[in-house]
């Protein structure tokens, strides 16, 4: 069992920039990766970032180069620094994580997942966290 806790949401004028934090407690060890998701309204979740415990990154297209995942020493605490938000970043921010293993297999070959923005491939989440993007 893992429990995500996320903070730092809020509201910010298009162009500024927030951070948001995920602290994670109980079964840490077990962890293969880690991310960050997020949903707006009448939409589905979708994968914003996610980090490896050996340090590899995945990061959506659509924040490549705003947005930076990372973590505390101890990779107890996940962050998101997100920069020059628009509008259409508006949604409730989530930090999710995958205890286990997490397998992929593609015509007959199989391969560990070391970072992932899929959404089912992850099984423990946290609450959630607002962040509004208006001018």
């Known amino acids: 069992q893992v429990h995500l806790v996320e903070s730092g949401g809020g509201s910010v004028q298009p162009g500024g920039s927030l951070r948001l934090s995920c602290a994670a407690s109980?079964?840490?060890?077990?962890?293969?990766?880690m991310g960050w998701f997020r949903q707006a309204p009448g939409k589905g979740r979708e994968g914003v970032a996610s980090l490896g415990m050996d340090g590899d990154t995945s990061i959506a297209d659509s924040v490549k180069g705003r947005f930076t995942i990372s973590s505390d020493n101890a990779q107890n605490t996940l962050y998101l620094q997100m920069s020059d938000l628009k509008p259409e970043d508006t949604a409730i921010y989530y930090c999710?994580?995958?205890?286990?293993?997490?397998?992929?297999?593609?015509?007959?070959?199989?391969?560990?997942?070391?970072?992932?923005?899929?959404?089912?491939?992850?099984?423990?989440w946290g609450q959630g966290t607002q962040v509004t993007v208006s001018s």
């Open positions: 109980g079964d840490t060890y077990d962890r293969s990766f």
């Open positions: 999710a994580a995958r205890l286990g293993k997490q397998t992929r297999c593609s015509g007959g070959v199989c391969s560990t997942v070391k970072t992932s923005l899929v959404v089912d491939e992850y099984n423990y």
